[in-house]
């Protein structure tokens, strides 16, 4: 076992696993084992409003059913509140943070935009207009570009303060934001690397600069093609992407192994998932896989 190596699937229980979220379980496992590294399995729940129990159990279950067996203990983001309060403390004292008074909808009529995403122009950043209250928690972005190197996509860089401006770490509603949340565990459970969708390729500029003012460690990161429907739409619960089957769960491992242009080939139909997974470790690549956003996700193509 490459001790090093510790990976992780993340998924956030709002329904049952889909093509689009078995592709990135898929990837993230291949990768973790082809290193004989650990994968963690970490239910992301902090958005509990949005969560539901039933969801993780199917979760589970279908991991299982494919064959995706977790090292050490599942980690439910809804138990760890403790830590990023400590994390959140921290940003609060060395004055990286301040309160925000404005409201979703004064948000959405003074933020400016830049391809189609909104901005937050710093209203509250030096102090809450007079007789207003802080609601939620931002984050203090310099304007300097943050940089990393994708395994899959290559090169990205985004300047946060111009491009997303300072960000929200814990909401309105009291509950701590994903992007706070995700740079906690991941440091603490000392993950290297992260392989997941190509819809969080945006988002990770932010996680860097919060490892950074944290004194985190930053893992490599890998951010898959996402599947999307004809109409465009990343394959969703809110898109009615279907459960993906759990009976005989081969044709559809076979087909994420297809969509991520790893090449199986046909004869693996006939094998039983151990010997499907012994394919996969055994010839993984990054290579093949596209680098692109999304992907077309039909029958056809797999
Ligand atoms: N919880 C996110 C999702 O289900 C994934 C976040 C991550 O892998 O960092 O889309």
Same mark, same amino acid.
């Given at each position: 076992?490459?001790?090093?190596?510790?990976?992780?699937?993340?998924?956030?229980?709002?329904?049952?696993?889909?093509?689009?979220?078995?592709?990135?379980?898929?990837?993230?496992?291949?990768?973790?084992?082809?290193?004989?590294?650990?994968?963690?399995?970490?239910?992301?729940?902090?958005?509990?409003?949005?969560?539901?129990?039933?969801?993780?159990?199917?979760?589970?279950?279908?991991?299982?059913?494919?064959?995706?067996?977790?090292?050490?203990?599942?980690?439910?983001?809804?138990?760890?509140?403790?830590?990023?309060?400590?994390?959140?403390?921290?940003?609060?004292?060395?004055?990286?943070?301040?309160?925000?008074?404005?409201?979703?909808?004064?948000?959405?009529?003074?933020?400016?935009?830049?391809?189609?995403?909104?901005?937050?122009?710093?209203?509250?950043?030096?102090?809450?207009?007079?007789?207003?209250?802080?609601?939620? /928690?931002?984050? %203090?972005? &310099? +304007?300097?570009?943050?940089?990393?190197?994708?395994? @899959?996509?290559?090169?990205?860089? $985004?300047? =946060?303060?111009?491009?997303?401006?300072?960000? /929200?770490?814990? %909401?309105? &509603? +009291?509950?701590?934001?994903?992007?706070?949340?995700? @740079?906690?565990?991941?440091?603490? $459970?000392? =993950?290297?690397?992260?392989?997941?969708?190509?819809?969080?390729?945006?988002?990770?500029?932010?996680?860097?600069?919060?490892?950074?003012?944290?004194?985190?460690?930053?893992?490599?990161?890998?951010?898959?093609?996402?599947?999307?429907?004809?109409?465009?739409?990343?394959?969703?619960?809110?898109?009615?992407?279907?459960?993906?089957?759990?009976?005989?769960?081969?044709?559809?491992?076979?087909?994420?192994?297809?969509?991520?242009?790893?090449?199986?080939?046909?004869?693996?139909?006939?094998?039983?998932?151990?010997?499907?997974?012994?394919?996969?470790?055994?010839?993984?690549?990054?290579?093949?896989?596209?680098?692109?956003?999304?992907?077309?996700?039909?029958?056809?193509?797999?």
């Amino acid at each position: 076992m490459n001790a090093s190596y510790r990976g992780r699937f993340a998924p956030s229980p709002t329904g049952p696993l889909h093509f689009g979220s078995l592709i990135a379980a898929v990837s993230s496992f291949a990768q973790a084992r082809q290193q004989q590294g650990k994968w963690l399995l970490r239910i992301e729940d902090v958005d509990l409003p949005r969560c539901d129990t039933t969801a993780t159990t199917q979760i589970l279950k279908a991991l299982e059913s494919y064959g995706m067996i977790w090292d050490e203990d599942i980690i439910y983001q809804s138990q760890r509140n403790t830590l990023y309060q400590t994390a959140l403390d921290e940003l609060n004292s060395k004055n990286l943070s301040y309160g925000c008074a404005c409201s979703r909808k004064q948000i959405n009529e003074n933020m400016s935009s830049a391809n189609r995403r909104l901005i937050y122009p710093g209203t509250c950043r030096d102090g809450l207009p007079n007789g207003t209250s802080a609601r939620s /928690i931002r984050l %203090r972005t &310099d +304007n300097k570009e943050v940089h990393f190197n994708d395994i @899959v996509q290559g090169h990205y860089s $985004q300047n =946060i303060l111009k491009e997303v401006g300072d960000f /929200i770490i814990r %909401r309105a &509603d +009291n509950l701590f934001a994903y992007q706070l949340a995700v @740079v906690v565990d991941d440091q603490e $459970q000392a =993950i290297t690397e992260v392989v997941r969708g190509s819809d969080m390729l945006d988002s990770t500029p932010r996680q860097i600069l919060l490892q950074q003012l944290l004194g985190y460690s930053t893992p490599r990161y890998m951010h898959i093609p996402l599947a999307t429907t004809p109409d465009g739409n990343k394959l969703s619960k809110q898109h009615h992407a279907s459960p993906i089957p759990t009976d005989d769960p081969r044709p559809t491992l076979i087909k994420a192994l297809a969509f991520l242009q790893q090449q199986p080939p046909a004869d693996l139909r006939d094998c039983d998932i151990s010997s499907i997974w012994a394919w996969t470790f055994k010839h993984w690549t990054t290579k093949t896989i596209p680098a692109q956003h999304s992907i077309l996700y039909n029958d056809d193509n797999v």
